[in-house]
């Protein structure tokens, strides 16, 4: 509501808020929520929101504004109390400290209420103005509608080439087949965003998690503007965050009802490989007279081998723990359902 601010557990504001008087909140229930994460975006937020506003009320639907700041020093919090206290379409949650962009719009979509929801950074490179576009691109029969900035306006060796890298692999390893998996400006049904779980810098592969639900993904070009002002919060360090979430997505993707079947894959290789270790470390001993059990080839071939043995077979008791705590889940959340029905008989 315009003046609240909204914030997530344990990250409340570390400072108190002001109670302004607001508007009164609008009466009909937002079809389209807006989320825009912001860390230290003073310099832009009162144009994002004016380009915002204008955009939505071009739209023609009721619809709110969910402003995430995570945990802006430079007075961008001052601005968007501001700016809710005066329009009331705009929420506010606010971040003690800064969670991270993945974080910021876990919070965003648990607060949003509308059946359609957008998402969109908040540095004013992308354009509000394609919001509508997406919406009615969404309205075809999709579940998810990816913007695509065909001509982006950053720089080639920090920005553009190491995207270009990371949407190839992420396209091939998890079978999104879209041009731009990191472009923030998407639009989604509700419950594409309700039904996942985010974590670490999960933001970048939504596309691909919405894959994994069985959703109908599409794609749009959409414009991309240079930075009017402020810093860019990423660097050629976040390459190796994606490589290390790229592997867990894959998971996530096929193997997150039957976890033991990937585990069961990773220790194969090593199960096979234990055999041949001793197996050589066997027929190089023999060659000699006897055992010669403290040759240190025969030694180095025989560790080896226990070692892949030892290491495969804990993996395959992880895979194994897996499964069994998805099973128990399940099972739970079956009881649950079936006694919360038979309690409101």
């Not at 310099?43 to 009320?57: F, G, P, T």
């Not at 071009?58 to 430079?74: A, F």
């Not at 731009?180 to 989604?188: E, I, N, Q």
């Not at 109908?216 to 965050?241: C, D, M, N, T």
């Amino acid at each position: 509501m315009a003046g609240q601010s909204v914030s997530e557990p344990g990250a409340q504001p570390s400072e108190p808020q002001p109670v302004a008087p607001a508007p009164a909140a609008p009466r009909a229930r937002p079809v389209v929520s807006v989320v825009v994460p912001i860390y230290n975006e003073r310099e832009n937020v009162e144009a994002l929101h004016e380009a915002l506003s204008y955009a939505m009320e071009q739209l023609g639907r009721p619809y709110e504004i969910v402003l995430v700041d995570d945990g802006s020093r430079d007075g961008t919090r001052d601005v968007l109390r501001a700016l809710a206290a005066a329009d009331a379409h705009l929420r506010l949650i606010l971040f003690r400290r800064n969670y991270g962009q993945t974080a910021a719009m876990a919070a965003g979509f648990a607060a949003c209420r509308g059946r359609v929801i957008v998402s969109m950074d908040g540095d004013l490179q992308n354009d509000p103005a394609d919001i509508g576009r997406l919406v009615q691109k969404l309205e075809q029969g999709y579940d998810v509608v990816c913007g695509w900035r065909r001509h982006r306006q950053d720089r080639v060796a920090t920005r553009l080439l190491p995207s270009r890298i990371a949407n190839i692999l992420i396209a091939r390893v998890t079978g999104a087949r879209i041009h731009d998996t990191g472009c923030s400006l998407k639009a989604y049904r509700g419950w594409v965003v309700r039904s996942l779980v985010l974590y670490s810098d999960m933001h970048r592969f939504l596309a691909a998690l919405g894959v994994g639900l069985g959703a109908r993904i599409a794609e749009l070009p959409v414009r991309h503007h240079p930075r009017r002002a402020g810093k860019s919060k990423y660097g050629l360090g976040r390459v190796f965050r994606v490589l290390a979430d790229l592997v867990g997505i894959k998971m996530l993707i096929q193997f997150a009802a039957h976890p033991i079947r990937w585990f069961t894959l990773l220790s194969l290789p090593l199960f096979l490989l234990s055999p041949m270790m001793f197996v050589l470390g066997f027929v190089k001993a023999t060659r000699h007279q006897g055992w010669v059990w403290f040759g240190d080839y025969d030694m180095a071939a025989v560790a080896a081998g226990a070692v892949a043995l030892l290491t495969a077979a804990n993996v395959f008791l992880l895979g194994f723990l897996a499964e069994l705590q998805v099973k128990v889940s399940k099972f739970f959340r079956q009881r649950i359902s079936i006694t919360a029905r038979e309690a409101s008989r």
